[in-house]
């Protein structure tokens, strides 16, 4: 199973080959919890919109298309590929260039390639949706860099049996142009 789900990875990663104009940036995280371990790769198309812009901070957001890797080191581990599609709402200071905070918000949908990771990880199904909350910092001349910090609970939201769900801290490097 696990180099199925390496070779899906790759596969996914291969396909999703687009435009440079329909893509904004790319992003690698890899982070885990609870005896599995993430990676994920995937690309970023930032809105045109900006809410709340009154003050010094505003809300704008992107699109972000990921795949990713799960391994589990529990019992009865296994591998898993991980297809997830995200709107991401981001709050922001105004000003561009240098250090600049931010935190993220959202509810990603996945797609995994199993629904059992080990015998304390049965997600039940093998969609799922994952409430996401991140901070970070931007930085560079363009703000083109960001590294945040993310954490997401996988789950179906009981819609069957069982729902163990998973938790995931990440750590992104993302590069914007």
Known sequence: MRHSAIAFLFAGLAAAATPAGAVDGYVVAVGGADDTQSLRVGMIRQWNDQ???????????????????????????????????????????????????????????????????????????ALQVAPLVGLGVTFG????????????HLTNLGL????????LHQVRLTYLY
């Open 51 to 125: 809410w709340f812009n009154e003050g010094h901070w505003h809300m704008t957001g992107y699109w972000e298309g990921t795949l990713g890797y799960l391994n589990s080191d529990g019992h009865n581990g296994k591998s898993a590929a991980d297809a997830s599609f995200a709107p991401v709402f981001r709050l922001r200071p105004n000003a561009m260039g240098g250090a600049q905070p931010y935190w993220d918000l959202a509810l990603s949908l996945h797609l995994l390639s199993t629904r059992k990771l080990d015998d304390r990880h049965d997600l039940g199904s």
């Open 141 to 152: 001349g363009k703000s083109q860099y960001d590294l945040g910090y993310r954490f997401q």
């Open 160 to 167: 069957k049996e069982p729902d163990d769900g998973l938790n």
